[in-house]
């Protein structure tokens, strides 16, 4: 099955700064990357995805990028803020109802 | 809408108990999935029901493990009997058909002791 590595594990950065995470996927036909930001006693929510079909998407301070020949994709989190410390989950999926998570990385905004 | 609706929020209970989850879907929504996650193994997809039927149990662990879904707009998870290393955190999320997105409910934290 489909397997998700992410990098970093922990990411600290000073506020205002710029955030990368990193992910890679083992399935070449896997067509749709959804990204999830989990706050401390909450739910996974989703904050934006991608599909296979585009290299790049962006809403507001967050961005997602898919390189579908190295099979990776990152989320760029610009002018972070204090209210963007938390995990945050790649995934992947072909298409079959299946979500591969990745294993989280946890951001921490410094003030 | 409410989003999804799990129960009880947390639960201690000592091995070999029997434990059920409880999840309300968001209302329209045919697609319910049961995750758990652990620091060690993440976030894992137990089963996934369309339409209340069960089409994919792959991930449930083992015969202690059982789901159900009697109708649209509810779903348990039970272990009987409970062991320790069934702690963990239980996520139930729903989807609806024509979308991708999956929407979680806060989770349950469950101690088996």
């Known amino acids: 099955g489909e397997n998700v590595e992410q990098h970093p594990s922990t990411l600290s950065v000073q506020e205002g700064d710029s955030a990368v995470i990193k992910c890679t996927y083992s399935d070449s036909a896997s067509n749709y990357f959804p990204w999830y930001k989990q706050e401390l006693g909450k739910g996974p929510q989703l904050i934006i995805d991608i599909r296979s079909n585009v290299g790049e998407k962006k809403d507001q301070r967050i961005a997602v990028t898919l390189n579908k020949t190295a099979k990776h994709f990152s989320l760029h989190i610009t002018e972070t803020q204090p209210e963007d410390s938390a995990v945050y989950f790649c995934a992947a999926s072909n298409g079959n109802n299946r979500l591969a998570f990745g294993k989280g990385n946890q951001v921490v905004v410094i003030p | 809408d409410a989003g999804v609706i799990q129960s009880p929020r947390h639960e201690v209970t000592e091995m070999g108990q029997e434990v059920t989850l409880r999840c309300k879907p968001i209302?329209?929504?045919?697609?319910l999935f049961w995750y758990r996650q652990t620091m060690m193994r993440g976030l894992e997809l137990l089963i996934y029901?369309?339409?209340?039927?069960?089409?994919?149990d792959s991930g449930m662990p083992e015969d202690r493990f059982s789901a159900k879904m009697p109708n649209a707009s509810f779903s348990t998870l039970k272990i009987q009997p409970s062991e320790p290393r069934d702690s963990a955190v239980y996520f139930c999320?729903?989807?609806?058909?024509?979308?991708?997105?999956?929407?979680f409910g806060p989770g349950t934290r469950l101690l088996v002791l």
């Open positions: 209302s329209g929504h045919d697609y």
């Open positions: 999320a729903s989807r609806g058909s024509s979308g991708t997105t999956q929407y």
């Open positions: 029901f369309n339409n209340n039927v069960p089409i994919d």
